[in-house]
């Protein structure tokens, strides 16, 4: 017996049947084509494994020099935290509270809500605050902006490095690879898997 899954486009708002949902793929909607969700075997690993491992980067990245700047001889050191710290002595509150959340409190609460997603769901276990979890990632996904700042450090790279030679520390090679794994964590998330796992959790239980 084949299942069958009614999904709501977001987009149009179509109501698409889609059979055989547990099939590797991705779902377009049959009226505008926007993609409804896409399925992959060992999401639950992955999404697990990428977790841990961003958890990993984001204290290297945080402890360790991001950029040593030499000039005449003499030798300044930049964290991670730098241009916060700097916007806030220079009194722009506003940009510094923006860039503070967008570079660290975001990113640590994604992958922390990640983590107490998908640590309990890799035991076969089901939390009780999975619904919650959801919506806030889906609230907070378009926060994350470290793609954006990766950018804007190697624009200002090259714009110094006519004035003084630039050692990347270990918090900018860290930083890096955090941005492709984070960024492979996306790409692999799927929550319309997790609500189905939801779902078929809360018929047993009502089913007792």
């Known amino acids: 017996m084949k299942h069958e899954h009614i999904v709501c486009c977001h987009a149009c708002d179509e109501l698409c049947c889609v059979r055989e949902p547990q099939r590797n ?11 409804l969700f896409r399925h992959r075997t060992g999401m639950i690993e992955k999404m697990y494994a990428y977790a841990l ?40 509150w506003i940009l510094a509270v923006a860039v503070l959340m967008t570079i660290l409190v975001v990113p640590l609460m994604r992958i922390m809500l990640f983590l107490l997603l998908f640590a309990p769901l890799y035991y076969g276990k089901v939390p009780f605050y999975a619904k919650t979890v959801l919506k806030v990632l889906e609230h907070a996904s378009p926060w994350g902006m470290l793609d954006v700042f990766l950018v804007g450090v190697l624009v200002s790279m090259v714009k110094l490095v006519k004035m003084g030679t630039i050692v990347p520390g270990t918090s900018m090679w860290a930083f890096v690879v955090l941005v492709f794994v984070m960024t492979s964590m996306q790409v ?21």
């Open 25 to 35: 793929g991705r779902f377009l909607c049959p009226r505008c084509g926007t993609l």
């Open 53 to 92: 491992a961003s958890l990993i980067l984001f204290g290297l990245v945080n402890y360790f020099p991001f950029l040593s700047f030499e000039v005449a001889g003499n030798l300044s050191q930049a964290n991670f935290l730098t241009s916060t710290v700097y916007l806030f002595k220079e009194h722009e």
């Open 188 to 208: 692999s998330y799927n929550p319309h898997m997790v609500w189905e796992i939801i779902e078929e959790e809360e018929s047993k239980r009502s089913a007792l």
